[in-house]
Structures are given as structure tokens and as C-alpha cells.
């Protein structure tokens, strides 16, 4: 799983809105929503996994493709 938080409204470690930047389309499934912790990344990472808000967004970058995903009021990823 390969994905980092690249902001969460201007400073890092937020639980608020968080922006994701994803290798694997697959690892959206493994990211927070609110309420729920995402999968943790290594034994070391205390602040990727921790719940975000409504609204985040996640950006799966593979090669020449890039999708977007957002975190919706039902608490589901959903690619825009």
C-alpha cells in the first residue's frame, strides 16, 4: 500500500478534510472515512490511518492516469 497525506487544510495531521496522494486504486478501500480508522500504513505511521472528515479527497496517480476520489456524506469513497 503506498499512499501519503499531502495536506488536511493547510497543516499536517488534521482531522479534518485530508488530502491523499495514492499509487494503487486498490488502497482507496484502506483509507479512514469519518469514525473509522484506515488501514495503517507501517508500525511507525501514527497519522495516516487516523479518521478524516467529509470531503476529503484522495488522487490515485498510475502512470499517465489520474483518478479523483472523494469522501461523501454516506462516509464512501467515490471517484468523481
Same mark, same amino acid.
Given at each position: ?14 482531522? &479534518?478534510?485530508?488530502?491523499? &496522494?495514492l $499509487?494503487? +486504486?486498490?488502497? *482507496?478501500?484502506? &483509507? ?13 505511521d ?7 472528515? *467529509?470531503g476529503?479527497? +484522495? &488522487?490515485?496517480? %498510475?502512470? +499517465?492516469? %489520474?483518478e +479523483?476520489?472523494?469522501l $461523501?456524506?454516506d462516509?464512501?469513497w467515490?471517484?468523481?
Amino acid at each position: 500500500m503506498a499512499f501519503k497525506i499531502i495536506g488536511a487544510n493547510g497543516k499536517p495531521n488534521s482531522y &479534518l478534510q485530508k488530502e491523499y &496522494l495514492l $499509487t494503487n +486504486a486498490e488502497d *482507496v478501500s484502506k &483509507l479512514p472515512r469519518v469514525g473509522i480508522k484506515g488501514t495503517q500504513e507501517s508500525c511507525d505511521d501514527t497519522v495516516t490511518n487516523d479518521p478524516c472528515a *467529509v470531503g476529503s479527497t +484522495a &488522487l490515485v496517480v %498510475t502512470g +499517465a492516469v %489520474t483518478e +479523483a476520489y472523494i469522501l $461523501t456524506p454516506d462516509n464512501e469513497w467515490v471517484k468523481m
